[in-house]
């Protein structure tokens, strides 16, 4: 592997937009919703998509960058998926990656500093410590997923700022419990493909946690998810297409997500974490179609 091909890969642009797609969306629902609220243009809100999709990948490779740091040791001793990852396999040198990483971060935070003060305070708190801090999260908990949601979905409530201020901050709060709740979901689902590794390297995973109950646990959250989802609406005042396809579209593809999956077979938790991308998508569908009057 070429030290290009290293760098590419341990931001994980290999596999783009699977990691995104959920930071992202979680932005795009934030502002889509406050452009709903505030009858903001669609020339504005297109702009802005644009921006924190370019943020979002960014961030995203920032963060899987500074995981790969800290996990070398344990990505190279018994997880087949992860051994060959660039920094556990000397690819790429700690020095190297540590660079690299702040190389993607500045950006990003160029881009906050333009910001009014109060977005710029509560984008920097998702930079540090909710992205930052993850990847330790994993040493000292069995819930990485919970703080994981946190770090995720932190885009939603800044979006929400950015555009509206602090306009009836209910709506981005449901809006955030909410995909807390999904990231919990999807991620535990995710970490299945490594659970047998966590539970003998004494992991925190919540896929070993729920154990034997794993399955009921996930629907408990999906529904708190889509109960959430609901309820910003309400508060929203959002019409039938975000009912019908946002908040109708998720429970509907997370019961078949949640129900057809075999926690037992990679491959099929990796199929199923993918598809968790695509009902992002799904949402913000409903979102949209809302927003330009669709029916």
């Keep these: 592997m070429s030290v290009v091909r290293g760098l590419y890969e341990l931001a994980r642009f290999h596999i783009f937009p699977s990691g995104i797609t959920p930071i992202f969306c979680s932005c795009a629902w934030g502002l889509t919703m406050a452009a709903y609220r505030g009858g903001l243009p669609p020339s504005s809100l297109a702009r802005d998509i644009v921006t924190y999709f370019l943020v ?4 995203h490779g920032a963060n899987c960058v500074l995981n790969d740091i800290l996990d070398r040791d344990i990505d190279r001793q018994e997880f087949l998926r992860t051994k060959n990852r660039p920094v556990a396999a000397g690819v790429i040198s700690v020095f190297a990656a540590i660079v690299y990483m702040f190389a993607l971060l500045a950006p990003c ?3 906050l500093a333009y910001t009014d003060p109060l977005t710029f305070k509560l984008g920097l708190f998702g930079v540090f410590p909710l992205q930052a801090l ?20 932190w885009g939603c409530p800044v979006a929400w700022v950015y555009l ?7 709506v981005p709060a449901a809006l955030f419990v909410g995909s807390v709740c999904w990231t919990i979901v999807y991620d535990t689902i995710y970490a299945c493909q490594d659970r047998k590794e966590d539970a003998k390297l ?6 070993v946690l729920f154990g034997n109950q794993l399955r009921p646990i996930l629907a408990i959250f999906a529904t708190v998810f889509v109960a959430s989802l609901a309820y ?9 297409p975000y009912f019908l396809i946002s908040v109708g579209g998720a429970a509907a593809h997370l019961g078949w997500q949640i129900g057809t999956l075999n926690p037992d077979d990679a491959k099929d ?8 991308g695509n ?5 913000w569908g409903g979102m949209i179609a809302d927003y330009v009057g669709l029916f």
């Design 269 to 276: 938790c990796w199929k199923k974490f993918e598809a968790g």
């Design 279 to 283: 009902l992002g998508y799904i949402v």
């Design 56 to 59: 979002s990948t960014l961030v």
């Design 232 to 240: 910003a609406g309400i508060l929203n005042s959002q019409k039938l």
């Design 134 to 153: 993850y990847p330790t999260m994993k040493r000292i908990t069995n819930w990485p997923q919970l703080w994981l949601g946190l770090a995720m979905n």
């Design 202 to 207: 004494r992991v925190g995973s919540t896929a």
């Design 164 to 170: 509206l201020g602090n306009v009836d901050l209910r």
């Design 109 to 111: 935070l160029l881009l």
